[in-house]
């Protein structure tokens, strides 16, 4: 055979997303804030977009046809998001001490505020700091070191930063930095400008003139607290059984994060996708509309402006306008399709869980919605990153509902979710003399139609913040006192 040059003419198929494909694609993935700040942007840049006042109901295209122009763009809802699907590889999707009040110490399941009992119109932390330096301070320097330090505080009151740094940064010795810490931990409230949990109490404790050597000793040693050796703490703090149960109740009075009585944070309640009530028939699945953008395009201010464009460039460009607009409406319209859509096979799939609870859920793979919805794992992905289904058993990410299983007695297969459940229940409902060891628990799930090693017991176990035996005999003992 010779070799040589030559030319060759060959025919290939290949898949070209376009921008708006890929913009489509963008759009499944973003949460309400982010549709609502992509929005914005757009009503901005196009003069044709606006605001809707007519509510749009779920599953309802109530997007307007677009006109014949020049540039408009195509767009194929489901089709084309499922190809582009294929194409692309799938999206991978200061320490605790738990409730005081409550004596879980060392659960570490502290759980915060709700929101509805945090401010949302009253000052910020740092606002009501700021407020009192002036008044303690004992120079305007001092005043501007602290007002530094608030800045470096966490929304738990908390000093994130380093005192040595901010001394150098504002040009003063450390010792003046740190009588201005000094004055920011004597604010209200009490433990705000401390640097570890322990520091944070201990500030609490001198407040209420409880800071003797026993309870700086009971505070030095929080580990030990956290283990439930109560034994050697009594020890440490040269006390006797009366005396450390005082101190132990004294010591869960305080307030481990005193800055979260404050609101006026960014932080702001989830607002859900999708709502999910009960009716005679089944389930009524709706999208919220509260969380629906409602665009229309302005057709009588697009001809005006038609009417006075006189060149060819004017004219493609209002074109070009018109077409993005129209494609924005359809895309965000079919996006909300999409959504009910698979929030409508999830609610199929997990009957179970909102009949009975998340002991009736079942395992659940992206997969298996993504068949019965006609549409690409990767889709499905898409669509349940960061959105949430509202339900009368509370507020769930569309994610929670899958979840890997292991076989059951009914051979349906049980949820990882469900298998937890049940191994709460146990230990919460176990004998403080007689804890369930982790053998104990496989076996009366085993009981229960779960049959589970004991390694797996302990690793779902672990994954919940469930202690072992002897870590909850011990906790148990503890908030016996």
């Not at 007689?434 to 390694?455: I, N």
Request: proline residues 4%.
């Amino acid at each position: 055979m010779a070799l040589g040059p030559r030319l060759d003419l060959r025919q290939t198929q290949s898949l070209v997303m376009t921008p708006q494909l890929q913009q489509a694609i963008k759009l499944l993935a973003l949460s309400n804030l982010e549709i609502e700040t992509f929005v914005g942007d757009a009503l901005e840049s196009n003069p044709l977009l606006e605001m809707g006042e007519v509510q749009r109901e779920a599953g309802e295209d109530s997007a307007p046809e677009p006109e014949e122009h020049d540039s408009a763009p195509d767009f194929d809802g489901d089709n084309a998001l499922d190809i582009a699907d294929h194409a692309i590889d799938p999206e991978a999707a200061p320490g605790d001490m738990g409730d005081w009040s409550r004596g879980d110490i060392g659960s570490g399941s502290a759980e915060l505020p709700n929101l509805e009992n945090r401010s949302a119109n009253g000052p910020t932390l740092a606002e009501h700091l700021a407020n009192q330096v002036g008044a303690v301070a004992h120079d305007n320097r001092e005043a501007l070191v602290a007002q530094r330090i608030i800045g470096d505080l966490d929304e738990a009151g908390y000093l994130l930063g380093e005192l040595r740094l901010i001394a150098e940064e504002m040009g003063v010795p450390l010792a003046e930095a740190e009588r201005a810490l000094a004055t920011v931990q004597s604010l209200d409230p009490t433990g705000v400008g401390a640097r570890s949990l322990a520091e944070c109490l201990a500030l609490q404790a001198q407040e209420a003139d409880r800071y003797d050597p026993c309870m700086a000793r009971l505070i030095d040693n929080l580990d030990l607290v956290v283990t439930g050796d109560i034994a050697r703490l009594k020890r440490m703090c040269e006390v006797d059984d009366e005396d450390f149960a005082d101190m132990l109740g004294e010591l869960r009075g305080y307030d481990p994060k005193p800055g979260l009585a404050f609101g006026g944070s960014a932080e702001s309640a989830i607002v859900p996708d999708v709502l999910i009530t009960p009716s005679a028939d089944g389930w009524d699945i709706r999208l919220n509309e509260a969380s629906l953008p409602r665009l229309v395009v302005n057709r009588d201010y697009y001809l005006e402006l038609k009417t006075g464009a006189r060149d060819k460039a004017s004219h493609s460009w209002l074109n070009e306008q018109l077409g993005e607009a129209d494609w924005l409406i359809r895309a965000l319209d079919q996006r909300q399709k999409t959504i009910l859509k698979t929030a409508a096979e999830i609610v199929k799939k997990q009957e179970g869980f909102f009949r009975e609870g998340v002991t009736a859920m079942r395992p659940l793979t992206l997969r298996e919605v993504a068949e019965q919805i006609e549409m690409h794992e990767s889709t499905v992905s898409r669509v349940t990153s960061n959105k949430y289904l509202a339900c009368p058993r509370g507020t769930f990410e569309l994610k929670y509902f899958f979840s890997s299983g292991v076989s059951a007695a009914d051979g349906e297969g049980a949820s990882s979710e469900a298998i937890k459940a049940h191994i709460k229940t146990l230990c919460d409902a176990e004998d403080p003399k007689k804890v369930l060891s982790d053998q104990k628990l496989a076996d009366l799930l085993k009981e229960e139609g779960f049959d589970l090693a004991r390694r797996t017991v302990a690793k779902y176990r672990e994954a919940i913040g469930i202690g072992s035996s002897a870590q909850r005999r011990r906790q148990k003992k503890l908030a016996a006192i």
